[in-house]
């Protein structure tokens, strides 16, 4: 497994606003998709259209991204907006998506069990299913196998 920064990485910018995709992360929970159609379409290339919302649209589309595949930046500074700032660094948010996996929100190392060291930022999905192809990590595998739980 490769850290956030070793991950593919892919820029799509409006005059304000960078999305920042890594598809190894994505598990196509198709959030982006049904939030703001007319930015992120996957019958297009390229699937994301930076110009085709406001910024602030899009910011609050990409927060909402489940993976952490998607991230932002503003384009004035390099760094996104930070709504979290009250947020203590060490705390960890953990979601149960219904029939989906689990969403750990903040920086976070895992030991796997070849002792390699993983790092995520931002959000990561882990599998509760079972069947991801890239355990601990969710692939989306879930869908597939009509996972309930």
């Known amino acids: 497994m490769k850290d956030d920064k070793q991950l593919k990485t892919k820029e ?3 005059d304000e606003v960078t999305i920042v995709w890594k598809p190894e992360l994505c598990y196509h929970s198709e959030n982006c998709v049904n939030n703001l ?8 290339r ?3 259209n930076a110009g085709g919302a406001d910024s602030d649209d899009i910011i609050e589309t990409v927060r909402k991204c489940p993976s952490g595949a998607l991230t932002y930046y503003m384009n004035d500074t390099g760094k996104p907006l930070d ?3 009250n947020k203590p660094k060490e705390s960890r948010d953990v979601e149960v998506l219904p029939n989906g996996p689990l969403i750990i929100e903040g920086d976070l190392q895992l030991k796997m069990p070849d002792g390699e060291i993983v790092k995520r930022s931002r959000k990561t999905a882990l599998c509760r299913c079972g069947a991801s192809s890239s355990k601990p990590f969710c692939d989306g595998s879930h869908v597939k ?5």
């Open 12 to 14: 799509y910018s409006n």
């Open 37 to 44: 159609p007319q930015v992120f379409d996957t019958e297009k």
């Open 46 to 48: 390229p699937w994301i």
């Open 83 to 85: 709504m979290d700032q």
């Open 145 to 149: 196998i009509d996972f309930e739980g």
